[in-house]
């Protein structure tokens, strides 16, 4: 499965992501919002800045998967700060997790620059961050998008899915 996922700009979280000092990407809501228990192990996420534009710029492979269960209390700035030195989060992010009652954490694999090319999110909510689109070839709209490798299939067995 192929998600788009929306970084931060003015935090350089792309940059981070490129450059392997980013490794693990967070989200969260008072209930289980997207993408919670939708992304697995093997699947691939496509990062787009937070900038209008639409392009993706770089992918990563997802290697590990946290669906918290309902946080209370301080439970889920532990998590946070537990896993800052691979979230590598400003404050500004870090203030905006905290708090939340349930928390997605989600390593990668050392992203690599694609493209850039352009995306079509009509099908999706305005204020969405994460689309889980399926395969990104769905939603390209730039010809750069085909030299982006065909997802391959894996089978549910293959998949290591770790809480």
Request: hydrophobic residues 35%; aromatic residues 6%; contains cysteine.
């Amino acid at each position: 499965m192929d998600h788009v996922v929306y970084v931060d700009v003015r935090d350089r979280e792309l940059e981070k992501l490129l450059t392997g000092k980013k490794r693990m990407i967070v989200r969260g809501a008072s209930g289980r919002k997207m993408p919670y228990g939708r992304v697995q192990p093997h699947d691939r996420l496509f990062f787009v800045q937070n900038d209008g534009k639409c392009q993706v710029y770089a992918c990563a492979e997802v290697t590990m998967v946290f669906d918290s269960p309902r946080l209370v209390g301080e439970e889920s700035r532990l998590l946070i700060e537990g896993n800052q030195d691979q979230l590598q989060l400003s404050q500004t992010q870090t203030e905006r997790w905290i708090g939340k009652r349930y928390l997605v954490l989600i390593s990668v694999s050392q992203a690599t620059a694609v493209g850039p090319f352009s995306i079509d999110r009509n099908n999706y909510g305005a204020m969405d961050d994460w689309l889980p689109v399926g395969d990104i070839q769905s939603v390209c709209v730039d010809p750069l998008c085909d030299n982006v490798e065909p997802l391959s299939p894996v089978h549910a067995s293959d998949r290591d899915r770790v809480s």
